[in-house]
């Protein structure tokens, strides 16, 4: 079985330029979770959506968005980007969105503006 | 609220010397805890986790931690480490109802021959 698939692997952006990040959580996982690692530091919550609702958000700026698509998908949206949104994006997907279920790691996307 | 705290930035052992990674956490309600690695370049593997059953939590990679309420300690030891588990170490907390992992700052471990 395919684990939770992150695309792009690695992009660089301009400050004030627009990125959309794609996750593809494993087969049967209906929740999918975003997080940002900044370099040197554990992951920060950014998002995370249960059957397309969005279930959860942490302490980031309006400029970050995303959604959930039917076939449990997932996108992130950064607007206006900064130079310190920087980072490695890691995606998370869980069975049922709950913790008793864990929660597995794609391998991240290093974004990096300029 | 909830947080975690990993005691070290840097840990240093030789190979085949027993490997101690501290965590402390705090939560007011009953926690699930995780113990991820990060080799460079790549995303988090999950370790062990601790979901209020057994204490003492064995994991992937002869990895075990112990759930110490009084203590509210999650360390993650290894009693021989080896070359291959140099890497970044990520204590997590998890509450019920809570719809995310609070990670610590992680710990680095180098191992020496």
């Known amino acids: 079985d395919a684990g939770v698939t992150q695309s792009p692997t690695h992009l660089i952006k301009t400050r004030g330029q627009q990125v959309t990040l794609r996750c593809s959580p494993i087969s049967g996982h209906k929740s999918v979770s975003w997080y940002q690692q900044v370099l040197g530091q554990g992951p920060q919550f950014i998002f995370q959506?249960?059957?397309?609702?969005?279930?959860g958000r942490g302490n980031f700026p309006d400029r970050f968005s995303a959604r959930q698509f039917p076939n449990y998908s997932s996108e992130l949206n950064v607007n206006a980007l900064l130079l310190g949104d920087s980072a490695l994006y890691l995606c998370?997907?869980?069975?049922?969105?709950?913790?008793?279920?864990?929660?597995?790691f794609g391998s991240g996307t290093r974004l990096t503006v300029v | 609220a909830q947080s975690v705290t990993q005691l070290g930035s840097h840990v240093s052992v030789s190979e085949g010397a027993l490997v101690l990674l501290r965590c402390n956490y705090s939560?007011?309600?009953?926690?699930?805890l995780f113990w991820y690695v990060q080799y460079p370049n790549q995303g988090l593997q999950l370790l062990l986790k601790?979901?209020?059953?057994?204490?003492l939590v064995k994991g992937i990679n002869g990895f075990e931690a112990e759930f110490k309420k009084s203590e509210t300690s999650f360390h993650l030891t290894k009693p021989s480490a080896h070359m291959s588990d140099a890497a970044e170490y990520f204590c997590a907390v998890s509450v019920p109802g809570g719809t995310a992992l609070i990670f610590g700052k992680g710990t680095t471990l180098s191992v020496s021959s």
């Open positions: 601790y979901t209020s059953a057994a204490t």
């Open positions: 939560s007011s309600v009953p926690p699930y």
């Open positions: 998370a997907s869980s069975l049922e969105g709950d913790r008793n279920y864990g929660y597995t």
């Open positions: 959506y249960y059957e397309k609702e969005e279930r």
